[in-house]
């Protein structure tokens, strides 16, 4: 791969169509070739957007290209193969929409109007709770009998049994609880749920959002031999200044009661960050100050979706229960989302 990958223009396609997509390609092979390779923020927004516009993971993904080295062609392919085979027009006309500044077609800005239109799933109250509280619960987000269909899609793709408890510690499921699952159609439909996108286009008050490609996780039961796995209290956001606006979600794909390892924040904490980030003493590192005292697990039922402000301090919780705790995580963003960059 030759050193100037940045000169791969956007709009620069191949079989696909999708602008970016060989840019992408390029600056992650000049990296697997051992270039330095500027990682701007346009750039960061539009490989974010690109993947998830095509319902491809970002891990997953640079996985891939930096363990396969494949060639632009080949990585198409692939990323037919992680759509079944087909990309409806429709998507890429979206994506080529926005990466190229152009007005969205009649068909794409109806659906959009749909969405501002559809009744709205997040009450006055629940609106109310959010702002003292930095998240949300969504009940029946998708059906249960949908959210059934997705377990058991975890469970066949764990290769374990919900009747078999020693099954559940037989090998690794991934990153700690963390399954790098994504592409299976019963997620694919929740990710499309009418509900979910109503519930997110309320929050960020636009329906024009993009849906990330996020994991499952499987967090089962603690037992003497298997202690909880993690993650605790984090932020999966940058603590430098600015600050802005942003969400993540999960998906409770099966009956989660306060014990069985359920999502945890810390409420409210979305109001204070910037102060208690300023006013910590001099060298502090506030990803180390232990705050799960502070800490709520947040029980709720199979088909109920949890949104929180991520500046919420934000976690699994050990698995106290007699049954695994099963999620799929997601998240919707508007194209103009500020992220910063200048991590600490």
Same mark, same amino acid.
């Given at each position: 791969?030759?050193?100037?990958?940045?000169?791969?223009?956007?709009?620069?396609?191949?079989?696909?169509?999708?602008?970016?997509?060989?840019?992408?390609?390029?600056?992650?092979?000049?990296?697997?070739?051992?270039?330095?390779?500027?990682?701007?923020?346009?750039?960061?927004? *539009?490989?974010? /957007?690109?993947? =998830?516009?095509?319902?491809?993971?970002?891990?997953?993904?640079?996985?891939? @290209?930096? !363990? $396969?080295?494949?060639?632009?062609?080949?990585?198409?392919?692939?990323?037919?193969?992680?759509?079944?085979?087909?990309?409806?027009?429709?998507?890429?006309?979206?994506?080529?929409?926005?990466?190229?500044?152009?007005?969205?077609?009649?068909?794409?800005?109806?659906?959009?109007?749909?969405?501002?239109?559809?009744?709205?799933?997040?009450?006055?109250?629940?609106?109310?709770?959010?702002?003292?509280?930095?998240?949300?619960?969504?009940?029946?987000?998708?059906?249960?009998?949908?959210?059934?269909?997705?377990?058991?899609?975890?469970?066949?793709?764990?290769?374990?049994?919900?009747?078999?408890?020693?099954?559940?510690?037989?090998?690794?499921?991934?990153?700690?609880?963390?399954?790098?699952?994504?592409? *299976?159609?019963? /997620?694919?439909? =929740?990710?499309?749920?009418?509900?979910?996108?109503?519930?997110?286009?309320? @929050?960020? !008050? $636009?329906?024009?959002?993009?849906?990330?490609?996020?994991?499952?996780?499987?967090?089962?039961?603690?037992?003497?031999?298997?202690?909880?796995?993690?993650?605790?209290?984090?932020?999966?956001?940058?603590?430098?200044?600015?600050?802005?606006?942003?969400?993540?979600?999960?998906?409770?794909?099966?009956?989660?009661?306060?014990?069985?390892?359920?999502?945890?924040?810390?409420?409210?904490?979305?109001?204070?960050?910037?102060?208690?980030?300023?006013?910590?003493?001099?060298?502090?590192?506030?990803?180390?100050?232990?705050?799960?005292?502070?800490?709520?697990?947040?029980?709720?039922?199979?088909?109920?979706?949890?949104?929180?402000?991520?500046?919420?301090?934000?976690?699994?919780?050990?698995?106290?229960?007699?049954?695994?705790?099963?999620?799929?995580?997601?998240?919707?963003?508007?194209?103009?989302?500020?992220?910063?960059?200048?991590?600490?």
């Amino acid at each position: 791969m030759p050193e100037p990958a940045t000169q791969v223009s956007s709009t620069e396609t191949g079989q696909l169509g999708v602008y970016h997509l060989k840019r992408f390609w390029a600056r992650m092979l000049a990296k697997r070739a051992g270039w330095a390779v500027e990682n701007t923020a346009s750039d960061w927004r *539009h490989d974010n /957007l690109v993947l =998830n516009g095509l319902g491809l993971a970002l891990e997953e993904s640079m996985r891939y @290209l930096m !363990q $396969t080295g494949p060639d632009f062609s080949e990585f198409e392919r692939w990323v037919l193969h992680k759509n079944g085979g087909t990309l409806p027009p429709l998507q890429i006309e979206r994506l080529n929409s926005v990466l190229s500044a152009q007005p969205y077609g009649e068909e794409l800005q109806a659906n959009l109007r749909a969405i501002a239109e559809a009744e709205n799933v997040l009450s006055a109250d629940d609106l109310a709770f959010w702002a003292e509280n930095g998240y949300v619960v969504l009940r029946g987000a998708i059906s249960g009998e949908q959210a059934r269909a997705t377990e058991q899609a975890v469970w066949e793709a764990l290769g374990m049994s919900p009747h078999e408890p020693a099954s559940w510690y037989e090998k690794p499921i991934g990153k700690g609880i963390m399954m790098d699952f994504y592409h *299976h159609p019963a /997620l694919l439909e =929740n990710r499309r749920s009418a509900r979910i996108q109503k519930a997110f286009a309320q @929050l960020w !008050q $636009t329906p024009d959002l993009w849906t990330t490609t996020d994991r499952t996780s499987f967090n089962p039961p603690e037992t003497a031999g298997y202690p909880f796995q993690g993650p605790h209290l984090h932020w999966d956001m940058s603590l430098h200044p600015p600050f802005h606006f942003g969400t993540q979600g999960l998906l409770y794909l099966c009956d989660t009661p306060a014990e069985q390892g359920a999502f945890c924040c810390v409420p409210g904490f979305h109001r204070h960050l910037p102060s208690w980030l300023a006013n910590l003493p001099a060298g502090t590192d506030p990803r180390q100050i232990d705050l799960t005292p502070q800490a709520v697990p947040i029980a709720a039922q199979a088909g109920d979706l949890i949104i929180w402000h991520h500046f919420l301090p934000h976690g699994s919780s050990p698995n106290r229960g007699t049954y695994p705790r099963i999620v799929q995580y997601l998240n919707l963003y508007p194209v103009d989302f500020k992220e910063n960059m200048d991590w600490l």
